[in-house]
């Protein structure tokens, strides 16, 4: 079992013979039509920059299962009625579970409030009317992705329990997503192994985010945390956690 980093929340994870994605916004230099077959398609929500626009390529390429929340994979079957059949279409809502290929995938709840500002940006950029709420986060096997969102109490509750090697969890700190002191606090409530810093890099060259891995590497630094932070750079594999 591994996970490969592939840009902003973009990761492709092996799991036990399950090739799987989630939120996959592909940009330079990540060739997509190289990588590896995907199974299976996971999408925390709508926003342009997590993947659910190139769902008719990646399609017609992979033959994969999209599975997301109920709202956005409603909206899905309607775009792409033509492209792909609705039967690919998988409904997972926070809270719910389901198993393909005999690896357990749940629905993790996030907080992504969208401001005035964030609403002028994805006007400006998203070119996509995808819906952006609800968000689900993701908990697979160990690992959890939790798609975009800010510190809540929901997080640690709906994780409670759970054995957690490795959390992927946003630091930008802009746009309403988790600055690199929310994203330790999930960590480390959760109990988590190791973080790996995600939905950093700038958008497009004028939507800079407020913080980098560097902020959070300082950050687990001074505060001792027992928590290991993993900054990737794109195509980067992290193996196992022993």
């Known amino acids: 079992m591994s996970l490969t980093y592939l840009g902003y929340s973009a990761f492709k994870f092996d799991l036990s013979g399950l090739c799987l994605y989630i939120d996959p916004y592909f ?102 009317s995808a819906p952006g709420k609800p968000v689900n986060g993701y908990f697979i096997d160990g690992y959890y992705h939790s798609g975009d969102t800010v510190y809540s109490p929901a997080i640690i509750q709906a994780l409670q329990g759970k054995k957690i090697h490795t959390a992927c969890i946003p630091i930008g700190g802009k746009y309403m997503v988790a600055t690199p002191a929310e994203a330790l606090r999930i960590a480390e409530e959760i109990g988590a192994a190791r973080l790996v810093p995600m939905h950093w890099q700038p958008l497009v060259e004028q939507v800079p985010f407020r913080y980098q891995p560097s902020d959070l590497v300082k950050l687990a630094r001074d505060s001792k945390t027992t928590v290991e932070v993993c900054p990737l750079a794109i195509g980067q594999i992290l193996e196992p956690h022993s």
């Open 27 to 128: 940009r330079d230099p990540v060739d997509w039509t190289r990588l590896t077959a995907g199974h299976v398609v996971l999408l925390s929500h709508g926003h342009f920059d997590h993947g659910v626009m190139a769902a008719g390529d990646l399609f017609e390429r992979w033959h994969c299962k999209f599975v997301g929340p109920r709202a956005l994979m409603q909206w899905m079957v309607r775009k792409y009625r033509r492209r792909i059949p609705a039967d690919m279409f998988v409904t997972l809502n926070e809270g719910e579970s389901l198993e393909l290929s005999g690896v357990k995938i749940e629905a993790i709840p996030a907080h992504h409030p969208t401001n005035r500002l964030g609403k002028t940006l994805l006007a400006l950029f998203a070119r996509c």
